[in-house]
């Protein structure tokens, strides 16, 4: 029977998803299962890989049940991942050393501080696009060697492999240790600060600098190529693709031409924009990265910006104030008054991401009044979410030169037809929302489909791209540059919030 199919791996933060997808990029069925958040001390969070990997074990099988597919109709299979993830495990064994420590976790902060003072410290960002944080891979790898007796002296013999989750599945997918493939992809590669951004090969002298053995690290391959062929759990399936999960949103977003950008809405917002095949250097305060990498063509790179809190502050004041009972309530809510009554929130709960990295700024509440009302705060929470989206758009157009013309969104947020109206307004450009919301996965799946050669070429993808909804900037112009001028006084309040304790 002919491949009609291509199914997706979405191993995420809180849980691994299956999809299967038709020719059109159609969703044909979708399995899903939540995996727990181990929290052993204050901003330590950890998974239990074995437990991510048993429940990949039975959402797959279930996926083709649910589809009625057998496993000679799928063309391919194709993995999406949380990205920094870092776990290290046994390579005769193939059991963890440790549970995976997640990309949120902030264990590393004194060490990071440590390297950070050391004279060579400024080459890292050169060679890698990433600044020195406890946000990425490396750091990481450099804790669990340092605190475990004698796992470097055997991660220097070969002994123990290193991986972000989407080598761990891989591995396992491909038989484990019994001959199991060790691999990640450049996307990925790219999160660890050990990737030389221009030759997209382990760098020596990063390697060095982190004290992290060669000998424990995987190959590194193509976002879109056929890995090898699954012996387990999808017998026979070729694995075409690997992609970090805000690349696979961009791959599924069709973003293939530069100043073609994307930006998931979920608990903070992820915002890429394709530079195309050349790294261009932030001094903006954004990530340079890799956006995927087709085969034996040149990588395409992206600039990105983390925004740390969008869809967090409306589950504060849904959880935390109690003003609202579900997160949709907030549109609602908004929609009783016509403007923010001269009121701003700037969620910095933790600090701020793109385009400030102020870890020591807090949330303030700024211009309140005996006017504002809780629907004047709940316009203030959606606005936020613009705000920060405007202030890295302007970071972007600085940096790249390109100056963005569509912002194609996705995630959970773009429900909100107010806020996604917003955006398209302090932005002055349309903002256009897909048919297919699940963009990670479809990426993943496009990805892998081109390796495999169900989708002939990138032009192919396009014309499976539908929207569903579009918003047309309708702001006045000075009405804009007012609100903003007031958003950035905003901003600047939050700074120096938390001084060191002597």
């Given at each position: 029977?002919?491949?009609?199919?291509?199914?997706s791996?979405?191993?995420?933060?809180?849980?691994?998803?299956?999809?299967?997808?038709?020719?059109?990029?159609?969703?044909?069925s979708?399995?899903?299962?939540?995996?727990?958040?181990h929290?052993?001390?204050?901003g330590?969070?950890?998974?239990?890989?074995?437990?991510?990997?048993?429940?990949l074990?039975?959402?797959?099988p279930?996926?083709?049940?649910?589809?009625?597919?057998?496993?000679?109709?799928l063309?391919?299979?194709?993995?999406a991942?949380?990205?920094?993830?870092?776990?290290l495990?046994?390579?005769?064994?193939?059991?963890?050393?440790?549970?995976?420590?997640?990309?949120q976790d902030?264990?590393?902060?004194?060490?990071v501080?440590?390297?950070?003072?050391?004279?060579?410290?400024?080459?890292?960002?050169k060679?890698?696009?990433?600044?020195?944080?406890?946000?990425?891979?490396?750091?990481?790898?450099r804790?669990?060697?340092?605190?475990?007796?004698?796992?470097?002296?055997?991660?220097?013999?070969?002994e123990?492999?290193?991986?972000t989750?989407?080598?761990?599945?891989?591995?396992?997918?491909?038989g484990g240790?019994?001959?199991?493939?060790?691999?990640?992809?450049?996307?990925?590669?790219?999160?660890?600060?050990l990737?030389?951004?221009?030759?997209?090969?382990?760098?020596?002298?990063?390697l060095?600098?982190?004290?992290v053995?060669?000998?424990?690290l995987?190959?590194?391959?193509?976002?879109?190529?056929?890995?090898?062929?699954?012996?387990?759990?999808?017998?026979?399936?070729?694995?075409?693709?690997a992609l970090?999960?805000?690349?696979?949103a961009?791959f599924?977003?069709?973003?293939?031409a530069?100043?073609?950008?994307?930006?998931?809405?979920?608990?903070?917002?992820?915002?890429?924009?394709?530079?195309?095949?050349e790294?261009?250097?932030s001094?903006?305060?954004?990530?340079?990265?890799?956006?995927y990498?087709?085969?034996a063509?040149?990588?395409?790179?992206?600039?990105e910006?983390?925004?740390?809190?969008?869809?967090?502050?409306?589950?504060?004041?849904?959880?935390?104030?109690?003003?609202?009972?579900s997160?949709?309530?907030?549109?609602?809510?908004?929609?009783t008054?016509?403007?923010?009554?001269g009121?701003?929130?700037?969620?910095?709960?933790?600090g701020?991401?793109a385009?400030?990295?102020?870890?020591?700024?807090r949330?303030v509440i700024?211009?309140?009044t005996?006017?504002?009302t809780?629907?004047?705060?709940?316009?203030?929470?959606?606005?936020?979410?613009?705000w920060?989206?405007?202030?890295?758009?302007?970071?972007?157009?600085?940096?790249s030169?390109?100056?963005?013309?569509?912002?194609?969104?996705?995630?959970?947020?773009?429900?909100?037809n107010?806020?996604?109206?917003?955006?398209?307004?302090?932005?002055?450009?349309?903002?256009?929302?897909?048919m297919?919301?699940?963009?990670v996965?479809?990426?993943?799946?496009?990805?892998?489909?081109?390796?495999?050669?169900?989708?002939p070429?990138?032009?192919?993808l396009?014309?499976?791209?539908?929207?569903?909804a579009?918003?047309?900037?309708?702001m006045?112009?000075?009405?804009?540059?007012e609100e903003?001028?007031?958003?950035r006084?905003?901003v600047?309040?939050?700074?120096?919030w938390?001084r060191?304790?002597?």
């Amino acid at each position: 029977m002919a491949a009609r199919y291509v199914m997706s791996i979405d191993q995420g933060t809180t849980s691994t998803r299956c999809i299967i997808f038709d020719q059109q990029g159609r969703l044909v069925s979708v399995t899903q299962r939540e995996h727990r958040q181990h929290f052993p001390h204050p901003g330590w969070v950890e998974h239990d890989a074995v437990e991510i990997w048993r429940n990949l074990e039975r959402i797959a099988p279930a996926a083709l049940r649910q589809a009625g597919v057998g496993l000679d109709q799928l063309a391919a299979v194709g993995i999406a991942n949380q990205r920094e993830t870092t776990l290290l495990w046994d390579r005769r064994t193939g059991l963890p050393l440790h549970r995976a420590i997640v990309w949120q976790d902030t264990r590393t902060n004194a060490l990071v501080d440590d390297l950070a003072a050391r004279p060579d410290s400024s080459m890292v960002q050169k060679r890698c696009g990433l600044p020195l944080a406890t946000y990425f891979s490396a750091p990481r790898v450099r804790w669990l060697l340092d605190e475990t007796p004698g796992l470097r002296e055997r991660a220097e013999r070969g002994e123990v492999l290193f991986g972000t989750m989407e080598t761990w599945l891989i591995w396992n997918l491909t038989g484990g240790s019994d001959g199991g493939l060790h691999l990640t992809d450049v996307t990925n590669a790219s999160r660890t600060l050990l990737m030389d951004l221009t030759t997209l090969e382990w760098d020596d002298d990063l390697l060095d600098f982190f004290g992290v053995p060669r000998a424990m690290l995987p190959q590194i391959r193509p976002s879109t190529e056929t890995y090898g062929v699954a012996s387990r759990v999808l017998p026979g399936v070729r694995i075409g693709a690997a992609l970090g999960d805000q690349q696979a949103a961009l791959f599924g977003q069709t973003c293939f031409a530069p100043g073609e950008a994307k930006c998931t809405y979920g608990t903070g917002g992820f915002l890429l924009l394709n530079t195309g095949d050349e790294p261009v250097r932030s001094t903006h305060g954004l990530l340079t990265t890799v956006g995927y990498q087709v085969g034996a063509e040149p990588a395409v790179y992206a600039l990105e910006a983390p925004i740390a809190v969008t869809g967090a502050l409306v589950q504060w004041f849904r959880d935390g104030l109690g003003l609202i009972n579900s997160a949709p309530e907030i549109e609602t809510l908004a929609k009783t008054v016509d403007d923010n009554g001269g009121c701003y929130i700037v969620p910095a709960f933790a600090g701020l991401f793109a385009p400030h990295w102020r870890s020591e700024a807090r949330g303030v509440i700024v211009g309140l009044t005996s006017y504002i009302t809780k629907g004047h705060l709940a316009r203030a929470v959606l606005e936020a979410t613009a705000w920060q989206t405007r202030e890295v758009v302007d970071a972007m157009n600085a940096d790249s030169g390109l100056d963005l013309r569509v912002l194609k969104v996705d995630g959970g947020m773009t429900a909100d037809n107010l806020l996604m109206q917003y955006i398209a307004d302090v932005l002055d450009v349309p903002v256009v929302r897909p048919m297919v919301a699940e963009t990670v996965s479809l990426g993943a799946a496009y990805a892998a489909g081109l390796a495999v050669g169900y989708w002939p070429d990138l032009e192919g993808l396009r014309r499976n791209w539908h929207r569903a909804a579009q918003w047309l900037p309708a702001m006045d112009p000075k009405r804009r540059d007012e609100e903003y001028d007031n958003w950035r006084r905003a901003v600047e309040r939050t700074f120096g919030w938390m001084r060191p304790h002597h």
